[in-house]
């Protein structure tokens, strides 16, 4: 079993930044991803960023594509997701997932989810 728990959400106006927090603990036998996924209300949930833990490689949703930036630490095990010149549109619940995931940007290959941390962008 892994335990994921994220942090960092608030509520900031347009223009301003965030950094989003997620820790994994429990046992991450083999190579691993941690993934960053949101859902607005009356939406599903989509995929905004992932990392592969073994090599670093990264994964980005082309809504946030340069203005995101996800990063680890790898003695934590812990994932972050640098979110720059929010917009209104990324108002939404952002969770973070782990799991061994063939394709890291599809949701459904994630077994294990966090409760889920609240970004608000006003205008």
């Known amino acids: 079993q892994v335990q994921v728990v994220e942090s960092g959400g608030g509520l900031v106006q347009a223009g301003d930044s965030l950094r989003l927090s997620c820790a994994a603990s429990g046992r991450t036998f083999g190579s691993y991803a941690m993934g960053w996924f949101r859902q607005a209300p009356g939406k599903e949930r989509e995929f905004v960023a992932a990392?592969?833990?073994?090599?670093?490689?990264?994964y980005y949703a082309d809504s946030v594509k340069g203005r995101f930036t996800t990063s680890r630490d790898n003695a934590k095990n812990t994932v972050y997701l640098q979110m720059n010149t929010l917009k209104p549109e990324d108002t939404a619940v952002y969770y973070c997932a782990a799991g061994f995931p063939n394709n890291a940007t599809l949701l459904y290959e994630y077994a294990y989810w966090g409760q889920g941390t609240q970004v608000t962008v006003s205008s």
């Open positions: 990392m592969r833990w073994s090599g670093g490689n990264t």
